[in-house]
């Protein structure tokens, strides 16, 4: 009786420390086994990956999609989403463009940018939070609405920018680190103490969480949803600057798909796309797995609509990952 006992004892601690361990793994090993396992199977396939020139230009490459992500936590933890995210970097980047043409001082044109962005963000917020619109439809016409300016104020010619200030910004160093690389770890450490350590960022989540009840405790639901499209917003024409900034010009088909890896980053860090739960570093980890594996199957020459197919799959993943962890949570 004392041995069945015993083996009994020991079956439940094996149990608990399964789903312990399954709890773990949904909750913050799949983004760090997944950095892990493609950082060592593109060393493997590709001997230019594992060196110091391509991991630097995989880290610069990666402050865009970082910077967008950043924004675009605060808006999926809410339970929101932004799909213009990719056109709000078009127009930021026409936006600058065409300031510095017409010889606006760049701290000028670069507040006035991040000051549009705020105002492209403030719409869409108060569009989902007073009118009830489902943030999808918002942002999914946005999208359309701001692809079209880009164009419009580009003739649908890119505007070539000079500027070498200008430029430092997207090409340049501060001693041996790249200065989109400072920017990113910047604008991170500001998004994580926002989201984690002030009153905001409790409202987020709360909001996420259960919106009626954080409606209940006295939150004011409709002034978060759209402090964080305009925090998102605002975020997104920085990354669309430090876009043009590197590439010398204001295109309108700069950032074409870019909220589908920005998405697809966040939700891989882990925050839950049905909102309440995520954090910055997680978000990091998303991002981390995302410009690996484009640098990675750029340097194995896979065509770009192979490159969509597997992206595509990437996110399937990652929705299915928080499917999981919302059935052990209800579980």
């Known amino acids: 009786m004392q041995n069945n006992t015993t083996e009994l004892k020991t079956m439940n601690t094996k149990s608990d420390f399964s789903k312990k361990a399954v709890h773990f793994l949904l909750d913050k090993g799949i983004a760090i086994i997944g950095v892990v396992l493609l950082f060592i199977i593109m060393s493997i396939v590709s001997s ?15 402050a865009v999609l970082c910077i967008m992500a950043v924004g675009m936590t605060f808006i999926i933890i809410t339970g929101g989403i932004d799909l213009s995210a990719g056109s709000q970097i078009a127009v930021s980047g026409v936006i600058i463009a065409s300031l510095l043409a017409a010889g606006v001082p760049l701290p000028f044109a670069i507040l006035l940018t991040i000051a549009a962005g705020g105002v492209i963000g403030f719409i869409i917020g108060g569009i989902v939070a007073t009118q009830k619109i489902p943030p999808f439809i918002v942002t999914l016409a946005m999208m359309t609405i701001l692809s079209g300016l ?22 340049g160093y501060i001693g041996p680190i790249p200065v989109p690389i400072l920017l990113l770890v910047v604008v991170s450490i500001i998004g994580y103490l926002l989201l984690s350590q002030t009153k905001f960022g409790r409202y987020v989540y709360a909001v996420g969480d259960n919106e009626e009840a954080a409606r209940l405790c006295g939150i004011n639901v409709k002034k978060v949803k759209m402090g964080v499209y305009v925090l998102g917003a605002s975020i997104t024409a ?28 966040v939700v891989l860090g882990g ?6 739960e995520g954090k910055i570093t997680g978000t990091l980890m998303g991002v981390a797995i995302i410009s690996i594996l484009n640098n990675g199957l750029n340097l194995l020459n896979v065509p770009s609509y192979h490159q969509l197919i597997i992206k595509g799959a990437v996110i399937l993943l990652a929705v299915w990952l928080n499917s999981l962890k919302e059935k052990r949570t209800a579980a």
């Open 238 to 265: 920085l990354a669309g600057i430090l876009l043009a900034s590197r590439l010398s010009t204001g295109s309108p088909n700069a950032g074409t798909g870019s909220e589908l890896d920005a998405i697809a980053a």
């Open 48 to 62: 230019d990956f594992l060196t110091v020139d391509n991991l630097l230009n995989v880290s610069r490459q990666s």
């Open 150 to 171: 880009a164009f419009v104020i580009t003739q649908g010619s890119p505007i070539i920018v000079s500027n070498e200030a200008f430029r430092f910004l997207g090409r």
């Open 271 to 276: 925050t839950n796309l049905f909102g309440g």
